[in-house]
């Protein structure tokens, strides 16, 4: 009976570790599918020139064709809502925190802003200021 389990014990080890053999891939298919091309970059580049979020910005792409977040250096507005002016921005690791005076339907008042980028979502996230949550926006261009 000790044998029989040892043999089987034995017979799922190597069932078990065994990797199934791939096919090679198919030459055939990859001349139909042709060359790679790179994606575009959908995120502006960091420069010492300017900060990275300067731009026109959307929630998703769609709204692109009428971006309604436009980050200048020293400030953000969105189409009616918000209006900021960067007091202090410092540059962290993930992007920047913004000391800002901001009007969102009300007098001016001071806020703590959040910028960080999400490269592999292409997106800048914002968190704080006069937003009720923290959103994603993707880039439009300068």
Not at 41 to 56: D, F, K, M, W
Not at 68 to 77: C, I, K, L, Q, S
Not at 95 to 115: R, S, V
Request: glycine content about 8%.
């Amino acid at each position: 009976m000790r044998m029989k389990l040892a043999a089987c014990a034995l017979a799922l080890a190597v069932f078990g570790c065994s990797q199934p053999v791939e096919p090679p891939p198919d030459p055939e298919a990859a001349a139909e599918v042709g060359q790679a091309e790179p994606l575009p970059r959908a995120l502006p580049p960091p420069t010492e020139q300017q900060p990275r979020y300067v731009g026109q910005w959307a929630t998703s792409a769609e709204g692109c064709a009428e971006p309604a977040w436009r980050f200048e250096e020293r400030g953000v507005t969105t189409r009616g809502e918000v209006a900021c002016t960067f007091d202090t921005v410092t540059l962290t690791p993930t992007g920047y925190d913004i000391a800002a005076t901001c009007t969102a339907e009300a007098p001016p008042a001071p806020y703590q802003i959040q910028l960080s980028f999400a490269e592999s979502a292409r997106a800048m996230m914002i968190a704080g200021g006069p937003w009720s949550a923290p959103t994603s926006l993707v880039y439009c261009g300068a």
